[in-house]
C-alpha cells in the first residue's frame, strides 16, 4: 500500500499483520516540499468547502510531513528485524532493478525471476517520464530549513542556503 499515513499506523499495522513488511521511501525534502505544496495547491480546492490561504496551504505541508517523520522514527524501531527497507527516492528512480531485487531479496519473497521480465518492462517504459523540475525560492529553502533541517540531515541530504548555487 503505498500511503504515507501508514507512518503514523505502524503499530496498529503490526497488531493485525504482526509479520508486516515496510518500504519507507525518502526523498529530499527541498524537492518533496515544492511537489507536495503543488499538489495541495491543485487539490485541496477541489475536494474541500472551506477556503484555504497560500499560508495554511504551506503550513499544513510542512506540519504534516514533520509529524510524519516524527511518528515513522518513534515507532519504526517496532517492526520486526529484517521487515523494513528505506529506500532513498533518488536511488529508486536512476536504478529501480536493484532496489526490486532488493526487496524480493531481504523480505524473502517467491517469484523474483519470473517478476524481473515485467518490471524491466515497466521500468523501461517509464523512460520517457520526466518529473517536474522545481524552481527552488529562498522562501522554500527557508522553510525547509527552519523546519526540516533535522530531516534533511537523518538522510544525508546537502543543506540549501537562500541566495544559494547549486540548486537540486
Known sequence: ???????????????LYPNAKFIHTYRNPYTL??????YYRKVVPLYT????TDAMLQEEVLALYASH?????????????????????????????????????????????AARGAFQRHFAAQRSYRANKFELADDVIRAVNGRWDGI?????????????????
Open 33 to 38: 516540499y515544492a511537489s507536495n505544496l503543488k
Open 1 to 15: 500500500l503505498k500511503n504515507p499515513a501508514i507512518a503514523f499506523r505502524i503499530e496498529q499495522v503490526l497488531e
Open 69 to 113: 517523520m516524527e511518528s515513522y522514527e518513534r515507532t519504526k524501531s517496532r517492526i520486526p528485524e529484517g521487515n523494513l527497507i528505506e529506500v532513498k527516492y533518488e536511488d529508486f528512480i536512476r536504478e529501480p532493478m536493484p532496489v526490486m531485487e532488493r526487496i524480493y531479496s531481504q523480505f524473502q519473497l517467491e517469484g523474483w525471476d
Open 49 to 52: 468547502l472551506q477556503t484555504f
Open 152 to 168: 534533511r540531515e537523518l538522510h544525508g541530504y546537502r543543506r540549501l542556503e537562500p541566495g544559494g548555487a547549486g540548486r537540486p
